[in-house]
């Protein structure tokens, strides 16, 4: 098992930035693909970045490209969020997210393990 704990969200304007993090313990040797999805208030959750093992390929949804960088340390067993140019519409429950697959399967929601969510709002 896996477990996945999140920390940075909180309140912030827009046009502001914000790091998350999210810290992996437990039997991480199976991990490839890390990231994060975000599900806002009455919507699905939704895909937003995804990092490969070797950090060597990235993926982000069309609505955060160049605006949020996705990185990770695995001597660390962490990823991160950078999250710059906040908007309104980025307010959400992030979630960190960890799968075995590569990131086309971490995409289509191929998840091993979830963290418990850390909220990201982002006032007008």
């Known amino acids: 098992q896996v477990q996945l704990v999140e920390s940075g969200g909180g309140l912030v304007q827009a046009g502001d930035s914000l790091r998350l993090s999210c810290a992996a313990s437990?039997?991480?040797?199976?991990?490839?693909?890390m990231g994060w999805f975000r599900q806002a208030p009455g919507k699905e959750r939704e895909f937003v970045s995804a990092?490969?093992?070797?950090?060597?390929?990235?993926d982000y949804a069309d609505s955060v490209k160049g605006r949020f960088t996705v990185s990770r340390d695995n001597a660390k067993n962490t990823v991160s969020l950078q999250m710059n140019s906040l908007k309104p519409e980025d307010t959400a429950v992030y979630f960190c997210?960890?799968?075995?697959?590569?990131?086309?399967?971490?995409?289509?929601?191929?998840?091993?393990?979830w963290g418990q969510g850390t909220q990201v709002t982002v006032s007008s």
């Open positions: 997210a960890a799968s075995r697959d590569i990131i086309f399967g971490f995409k289509r929601n191929a998840i091993d393990y």
């Open positions: 990092i490969s093992w070797s950090s060597s390929n990235t």
């Open positions: 437990g039997l991480t040797f199976s991990i490839n693909t």
